[in-house]
């Protein structure tokens, strides 16, 4: 995808960070961090240098960056000995919160997509340090009843593999039973309603087991 600048009628095309920064509604600092790690992926939304001095940026490069709802990249893979960072995404009023370290840092997203990065970027800002000596872990807080119902079903999908795995065991119990008592494969798949090949595979299976035991 290519970027092109935009030049606003009446209005400057290049911008000074400051200027910047409060066009994206962004602090500062949050901003320059957040243009650091962008520059670094390569979407640079500075305009070409033309005089002595900090460089400015594009309108138009800017106003689409902020149209398509400030994206970060995929955060760089954090370095030894990283700070470890801890945030939490919850839903509220319609977007996401993410809380840094227990309410060290507060941003909101609308979308979890950008949430991991954009936290990322914040506690880089937060901790001033670096992105790359940031190892965050994000964890998303499902809404209390979303929650509920999904405790009940891993707790169910427990019970299931734990009755699969007793029907499996049983299966593998009357195949050992029926070859014991001089049944053929094929004459067992028959009885049991399975391909002689499963039966056969049951019956290695309970083998197995036995040696295992």
Known sequence: MSYTSVPVEGTE????AEQAARRAGLSLSYFKNRMAVLNRSGRDLRAPRTEKGPRK???GLLDQWIE???PSPAAAEPTAGAKKVRATATRENGQWKV??????GTLFCRSLDSAERDAHVSAATLYDLPAEEIDLKLT???PEDAA???????KQRQIADEASKAASAA???TVAALKDDGFT?????RMLGVSPGRAQQLAAGSQHVGTDE
Request: charge should be negative.
């Open 99 to 104: 809380t840094i370290d227990d309410e060290a």
């Open 185 to 189: 494969f094929g004459d067992i798949g």
């Open 68 to 70: 398509e709802g400030k």
């Open 171 to 173: 299966s593998r119990r």
């Open 57 to 59: 940026y594009d309108l």
């Open 140 to 142: 998303v807080a499902l």
């Open 148 to 154: 509920g119902l999904w405790v009940e079903a891993q």
């Open 13 to 16: 095309t290049d911008l000074t």
